[in-house]
């Protein structure tokens, strides 16, 4: 079983509807990511969290919100999806503590919005 | 802020041919810097690190060299199969990398023909 996984893995979308993008992982981290990707954008990050009573904005939060629920559960939400946030979702995790600071992506989230 | 900047592709080559994708960054103190892989369809996962001057970084035939003097993590490999086709991200952790989310580069995607 996949460490970091996402739901969905695709998603169609109209302008103006709520949408929630779900992570989960069981990696035991306590750092939890979301970016998207853009082609010829690289990664973005939107929101990230160090632990379930922290969340930080980042890069590009605008019209985006998080939720942690839990240790292993991190949320993105579209409060009303607009066309321009038609693109890949990440979700990531890294350890507390570890000096490299890797990080573990999930699959991806590929969101159209109309 | 820190930053990463790399080479804009698309790289094409010819397998067995020799491939670098040059890498450069803007930070403060000692950062660590990464390269992370996305294969068609999938998550980014990390390819090689190195967390001070003049560590080498290698893995599946890769290598890269964390040089401060003209702070670069270009990466190269001798001799490249088209299973190395793929997006490749450079990124870097600030130096306080225990409290820093990465920095990626724009990505460059690397297609290798047989």
């Known amino acids: 079983d996949a460490d970091v996984t996402q739901t969905p893995r695709n998603r169609i979308t109209k302008t103006g509807k709520r949408i929630m993008l779900e992570c989960s992982q069981t990696?035991?981290?306590?750092?939890m990511y979301w970016y998207r990707q853009d082609p010829g954008l690289g990664l973005r990050l939107i929101y990230y969290s160090f632990d379930v009573k922290d969340i930080n904005k980042g890069e590009i939060s605008d019209g985006y919100s998080v939720s942690r629920q839990a240790q292993a559960k991190f949320s993105l939400s579209l409060e009303s999806a607009i066309p321009n946030q038609t693109a890949l979702y990440f979700c990531?995790?890294?350890?507390?503590?570890?000096?490299?600071?890797?990080?573990?992506f999930g699959p991806g989230t590929r969101l159209t919005v109309l | 802020g820190d930053s990463v900047t790399q080479m804009e592709g698309p790289v094409t080559l010819s397998e067995e041919a020799f491939l670098t994708i040059n890498c450069t960054y803007t930070a403060t103190g000692y950062p660590s810097l990464f390269w992370y892989v996305q294969y068609p369809g999938e998550g980014l996962q990390l390819l090689l690190k190195a967390t001070k001057a003049d560590d080498k970084g290698s893995n599946k035939g890769f290598e890269a060299t964390y040089r401060k003097e003209t702070t670069s993590f270009h990466l190269e490999k001798g001799s490249v199969q088209v299973s190395d086709s793929a997006v490749y991200f450079c990124?870097?952790?600030?130096?306080?990398?225990?409290?820093?989310?990465?920095?990626f580069g724009k990505g460059t995607r690397l297609s290798v023909i047989a």
């Open positions: 990531a995790t890294s350890d507390y503590g570890r000096a490299l600071a890797e990080q573990f």
């Open positions: 990696k035991g981290h306590d750092r």
């Open positions: 990124a870097l952790s600030g130096w306080n990398s225990g409290n820093t989310p990465l920095v």
